[in-house]
Structure formats: C-alpha cells, structure tokens
C-alpha cells in the first residue's frame, strides 16, 4: 500500500538557519502530495501541496518540489524563524490518503 | 465561516465509560474524517466517511463507531473507554468532488481514559 516515510526528528536549528526535512513516499500512480504544519496546541494546518510531478509547492517561505524520479517531496525554507516551531507531517493522496510520521522542529532564538 | 469545530477541547473519562467526540463542518464538504495522533506514530486513520449516509473503517476502528445522518456532522464514539485510547483526535474534511482531495482539520480533542 501507499506510504509516507520522513526523517526522523526532532531537528534543533539556530534561527535563520536553512532547513530541509526529507520526505519520501511509495504509491501507485500519481498521488498529490502535502505537508502539513501544527503548531503547539492547534489542529494540523495545510502549508503547501504539488498536485503533478516536478510542480513546486511554496507558502511562507517554505517550498517542496514533487520529484517523482526520486519519489520525493522534500520541505525546505532558507531561514527559520523561532515561529517556525512546530510538527511538520508530510501526507499523500493515492489510494488513500496516508500522513507520515511528523518531524518536530525547534528552533532557537 | 467556522470551518471545523470539535467538541470537547480535553477531556478525562474513566474506563468503561461511553464517550462521543463531536464534529461540526461549515464547509459542504462531501468527505470527513477521524484520525488520532499518538507521540512516535503520527496520525492514524479510525473512520471515514465519503458522503452522508456512509462510512468505512479505516487502520485503526476497534473500539470506535461512527455515524453520519448528514453532511455537517460526524461524531465519533467510544462504547467503553479502555486507558489505549488516550490520544488527541482530530476531524478533518474535504471535498472529494475536486481533483485535489486537500484535507482540512479540527482544533482536536485531547482525551484521557484513566
């Protein structure tokens, strides 16, 4: 079946730091593809999404690339602020739709 | 506009007890969800539904129904609390017709079964 696999966290980074959280999947076919943000104490908030290979996704400074030769969609953000604190969960839309992990991020003043 | 409610923020409830997770969505969304998130596990899939009148089992059911009487309304219960059962829970939508199935979520309950 579909599955979403991320790195492992938590990722500790000093503010304005780069960041990159990878993200992996197997599907069949051509799912979209998503991540997903929750910050301490609220519900999960969609960041960004690519819908077809090779499409970008970009939102608050963060961007995902949908590599489909790679089965990728890794987060990046080229400074991250101490707001940038939360669980990032990367999911898909296939067959089913199926969440990874959530990688924690913190990062420090 | 709302979007997604879910009653009650937190709650604790003693085993065995019956216990029923609201959701309320504003959006006509066709599709609604429940998952729950445990530390190390991410979010797991308990119940669907594609439309009113329908659901399905999702990975994780035991011990957990659902019912959908209309398109707003999705509430999740458990017949009889069991201490497995502490987790966050969260409700999402979407609207199924499109071509993109981006889903949407509650503010989630936190619940403890002692």
């Known amino acids: 079946g579909d599955s979403v696999t991320q790195m492992e966290g938590p990722v500790t980074l000093s503010e304005e730091a780069f960041l990159t959280i990878n993200c992996t999947y197997t599907a069949t076919g051509y799912p979209s593809l998503f991540w997903y943000v929750q910050y301490p104490g609220e519900g999960l908030q969609l960041l960004l999404k690519?819908?077809?290979?090779?499409d970008k996704g970009s939102n608050k400074g963060f961007e995902a690339t949908y590599r489909k030769e790679t089965t990728s969609f890794h987060l990046e953000k080229g400074s991250v602020q101490v707001s940038d604190s939360a669980v990032y969960f990367c999911?898909?839309?296939?067959?089913?739709?199926?969440f990874g992990p959530g990688t924690r991020l913190s990062v420090l003043p | 506009i709302a979007g997604i409610t879910q009653a009650p923020t937190s709650q604790i409830l003693a085993a065995g007890r019956r216990m029923t997770l609201r959701c309320t969505q504003d959006?006509?969304?066709?599709?609604m969800y429940w998952y729950r998130q445990d530390l190390g596990l991410g979010l797991r899939l308990i119940h669907y539904?594609?439309?009113?009148?329908?659901?399905g089992k999702g990975e994780v059911p035991d011990g957990y129904s659902v019912s959908r009487a209309n398109t707003d309304d999705f509430p999740l219960t458990l017949a009889s609390a069991v201490p497995s059962q502490t987790s966050v829970y969260f409700c999402?939508?979407?609207?199924?017709?499109?071509?993109?199935?981006?889903?949407?979520f509650g503010p989630g309950t936190r619940l403890t079964v002692l």
């Open positions: 959006m006509r969304h066709n599709a």
């Open positions: 999402a939508s979407s609207d199924s017709s499109g071509a993109v199935d981006t889903q949407y």
């Open positions: 999911a898909l839309d296939g067959q089913n739709f199926v």
């Open positions: 690519a819908t077809k290979a090779d």
């Open positions: 539904s594609n439309t009113a009148g329908t659901t």
